[in-house]
């Protein structure tokens, strides 16, 4: 591990390192002197801090990394409202951090001339097309086939939609990407916690899994419609619903006062384990005023109208349920929301037209610089 992620971590290990007291201020404890603190600042630039160590690399230090993890934990929030995941740029080396990187030639390839970087520190080399590494296609064919397979279309009618414009892909191709970048958003997305309601709904809706019926349990946010968590089973009425609580509640880092589901008895069981006294849970078994479960049975809805995507289903632990909600929270605007992605109204901003291509750059050096 990088020297400066290690003693990142062993700050963050300690509780009271690191704390905002302006909204785009941040304080952190020196590691060699309790008593004294260094000033972290949010500019347009990105985040500078005004330790010796970042003065003289210009490059992120571990006080900066202690901030990024605080700010992807949730702790901390820009102007207190929004989390703006910017686009990636490449003003670091992605393996040691330096900001000595240099220009060094091109790489060929279908989609053109890639530019290769090379690190004057660590001297290694990488491209600018972050999170699309060694893939010979344009980034935005392999994002457009992400949103187009998750609005309901197969693989291999993508296949034959890319033909038409006189580019070959094998439909194998496409769903390994499917596989490969639902796995990697899913892993960085789940770190960012929500502005959530404190009302949850939940609901099942059976889906197959080669050729088996199971069944996909599920929670949403009232307010947001923010899909939270989802849990995979083999049966309805004897599944136990703790881990689709437990995730549920991890997600909006909260127990939520109001838990409305249908009339399942493990929903009952699971909330007074799970969220305790505070949460009352509501059993919606007929239709009453605003308490009826309409917004949950819409997302089963979403679910069921893409039965031709979850065909390629083969195994309980399939990536293809996470990039579902992934499309569904932040690349599907919702009329209800008007016009806005449940992410949007969860006041999580993704910059740019191309919402897969941003998360995808962020979600793989995210991966690459995790502590």
Same mark, same amino acid.
């Given at each position: ?24 201020? /941040?304080? %952190? ?37 202690? +901030? ?48 290769? /970087? ?30 187009? *397979?998750?609005?309901?279309?197969? %693989? ?28 990697? +958003? ?6 960012? %916690? ?5 009302? =949850?709904?939940?609901?099942? +809706?059976?889906?197959? %899994?080669?050729?088996?019926?199971? *069944? ?57 384990? =799970? ?33 031709? +995507? ?15 909600? =992934? ?22 901003? =993704? ?21």
């Amino acid at each position: 591990m990088n020297p400066r992620k290690q003693r990142a971590k062993q700050m963050m290990e300690s509780s009271g390192y690191a704390s905002q007291f302006e909204s785009d201020k /941040f304080r %952190v404890r020196s590691q060699t002197n309790p008593e004294k603190f260094y000033i972290i600042t949010r500019t347009g630039n990105g985040l500078v801090c005004e330790c010796p160590d970042h003065i003289t690399r210009k490059a992120d230090c571990k006080h900066i990394k202690i +901030v990024l993890e605080l700010i992807m934990k949730n702790k901390c929030y820009h102007n207190n409202t929004f989390r703006i995941m910017e686009r990636a740029s490449l003003q670091l080396c992605k393996y040691c951090d330096s900001g000595r990187i240099t220009k060094n030639g091109f790489r060929k390839n279908k989609k053109g001339n890639i530019q290769i /970087f090379k690190c004057l520190d660590c001297k290694k080399q990488f491209s600018e097309n972050i999170g699309f590494e060694k893939i010979r296609y344009d980034e935005n064919i392999i994002t457009g086939a992400l949103q187009m *397979y998750y609005s309901g279309m197969s %693989v291999r009618d993508i296949e034959n939609h890319y033909e038409m414009l006189g580019i070959t892909i094998d439909h194998s191709s496409i769903y390994d990407w499917i596989c490969k970048y639902s796995t990697m +958003v899913s892993k960085y997305l789940n770190e960012i %916690v929500p502005r959530t309601g404190n009302w =949850v709904r939940a609901d099942e +809706v059976w889906i197959k %899994v080669n050729g088996e019926q199971k *069944y996909l349990f599920a929670s949403m946010d009232d307010d947001t419609r923010y899909w939270l968590a989802s849990d995979l089973a083999d049966t309805k009425f004897q599944h136990n619903a703790d881990k689709l609580l437990e995730l549920t509640k991890k997600a909006i880092g909260k127990n939520p006062t109001q838990f409305i589901t249908d009339g399942l008895p493990a929903y009952k069981k699971s909330s007074k384990k =799970v969220f305790g006294k505070t949460t009352h849970h509501t059993r919606h078994i007929h239709i009453q005023k605003d308490m009826n479960n309409n917004k949950m049975e819409r997302l089963n809805g979403e679910i069921r109208d893409r039965e031709k +995507v979850f065909r390629g289903l083969k195994k309980m632990d399939t990536p293809i349920l996470d990039g579902m909600k =992934v499309y569904y929270n932040f690349t599907k605007k919702h009329g209800a929301l008007k016009g806005k992605t449940p992410s949007e109204s969860a006041l999580i901003k =993704v910059d740019g037209k191309n919402r897969w291509k941003t998360i995808i750059q962020n979600a793989s050096l995210y991966k690459e610089n995790s502590i």
